[in-house]
């Protein structure tokens, strides 16, 4: 269960603010709201529109496409120092993503993102005595796949159950609250949902195969890189019971090859099992254990996680601890695998900032947090963490955390009648959100001074 203050994420000299960061700062002040999708054909020009019936079939179903496209804009301004470099970045980013709705089953999903490489490679302007643009772009998408039930043509009058859900193509896969795995695989998935047996219900079971994932991890040097593009196949299974809900997965590396001069043996085996605990409306407790299998090069290694949150007088508390030990590998993280543990440990896709080490591996740590009026246009979260590294950088660190999240169609337009919604219109999706960093390094070497701090302000467009 992740922590709900967050949608998404120090030296002898002061940080100043950066010019827009400051004029921006003047107008702000950010919470997620539903934007409508465009339609591109349909009789209407909001999603969704009335579909297109041209009189055919799709595996057994009736073809009646709608193509949407929705997306986001974001435009981060960054002031920070850190690492003993004081900087200033504007980064913008676009998310497009199609739906082509084929059937009612079937369907062919898109996204690009062309204003960036990967994680850590965006476009940006960097102030300063070097000010300019440094831009990048991409022109293959980040996501394509096919979705469907196939099958069901197979079975006339389903008498066989045949309605598995395949995927195939460049899919994104989220599994254990990221903690496991969170990447775009090149593969396909194989699920059949909605399983009943007793009082348990909504069971899921997911085959996965991959052929190598598309985004590097977190530390991009040829080793971590390998680490998280390699290939894997595996299962995973969730389902409720009552008032909890369980997932257990397990999975194994296979047929990845070695580089010569790199001894770096990345066949092994992995697990997870999490079980959440719900207690009414916005609380409940997550416990989640997961490991992996030793081999020629590196140990068997484990990782625990207790995620809690509470409702208590109207406001949100968490408390997320972890702790892992050296050896511990997922199957395939892009980023950091603690990034849903709190906003200290956001791992930020497009520009490093002021954080507790994302790592995992080798370290043990804890956000705790509360989010003020949690239901309001506008909330406030202050948030403190700390983290023990274990391994040989030896950096223990200590941070504060405070965020701001502005749903800016409701200050705007504030009121929940009919008519106030009407004339938000084009203002649904528009939020805006500012966080404030500071962690305090107990290895200056490693950290390369003692203290890190930022200030991010973000302005976001969901369409």
């Known amino acids: 269960m992740p922590y709900s203050g967050r949608m998404g994420r120090c030296r002898t000299r002061t940080a100043r603010p950066g010019p827009i960061a400051a004029l921006l700062g003047a107008i702000l002040t950010l919470c997620c709201a539903p934007a409508n999708a465009i339609t591109l054909f349909g009789s209407n ?26 997306g986001l804009v974001r435009f981060q301004v960054l002031n920070q120092q850190l690492a003993n470099q004081t900087d200033d970045f504007v980064t913008p980013e676009l998310d497009l993503q199609t739906n082509l709705q084929l059937t009612a089953t079937q369907r062919v999903y898109w996204l690009w993102r062309p204003f960036e490489y990967g994680a850590r490679e965006p476009t940006y302007f960097h102030f300063g005595n070097d000010h300019g643009w440094t831009k990048r772009f991409s022109e293959t998408p980040q996501a394509l796949f096919y979705e469907g039930q196939p099958f069901n043509w197979l079975s006339p009058n389903d008498r066989v159950p045949l309605d598995f859900t395949l995927a195939i193509g460049r899919i994104p896969l989220f599994l254990h609250n990221g903690l496991w795995f969170n990447n775009f695989m090149d593969g396909f998935q194989l699920s059949k949902n909605n399983i009943q047996i007793g009082t348990f219900s909504n069971i899921n079971i997911m085959y996965f195969l991959t052929l190598g994932e598309d985004q590097p991890g977190l530390n991009l040097n040829l080793a971590n890189r390998r680490e998280a593009e390699k290939r894997v196949m595996g299962f995973d299974m969730n389902g409720d019971w009552r008032n909890y809900f369980f997932e257990i997965s397990y999975a194994a590396s296979y047929d990845n090859s070695k580089l010569p001069g790199l001894d770096q043996n990345l066949n092994r085996g992995f697990w997870a099992v999490s079980i959440t605990r719900t207690f009414g409306f916005n609380s409940g407790v997550s416990l989640r254990a997961m490991g992996s299998t030793g081999n020629g090069t590196a140990g068997a290694g484990e990782l625990a996680v207790l995620e809690t949150q ?9 408390c997320n601890v972890f702790g892992a030990t050296n050896q511990w590998k997922t199957p395939s993280v892009s980023g950091s695998p603690l990034s849903q543990e709190g906003i200290l440990f956001t791992f930020d896709r497009q520009q490093a900032t002021p954080e507790l080490n994302l790592r995992g591996h080798g370290t043990v740590g804890n956000a705790i947090g509360v989010v003020l009026d949690p239901r309001a246009p506008i909330t406030y979260t202050p948030e403190f963490g700390w983290l023990i590294d274990n391994e040989y950088t030896s ?31 084009i203002l649904y999706g528009a939020l805006a959100r500012l966080t404030l960093l500071g962690v305090r390094n107990e290895n200056t070497h490693t950290a390369g001074d003692r203290f890190d701090f930022g200030s991010m302000l973000e302005l976001i467009y969901q369409f």
């Open 45 to 70: 020009f909001v999603s969704p529109g009335q579909q297109w019936d041209p009189g055919l079939s799709l595996f057994g179903e009736e073809l009646a496409p709608r193509l949407d496209v929705d």
């Open 310 to 318: 509470r409702g208590v007088w109207g406001q949100l508390l968490y």
């Open 395 to 425: 950096n223990d660190q200590v941070g504060l955390a405070f965020q701001i999240q502005a749903d800016l169609a409701h200050v705007f337009i504030p009121g929940n009648t009919l008519s106030e919604m009407v004339r938000r219109g």
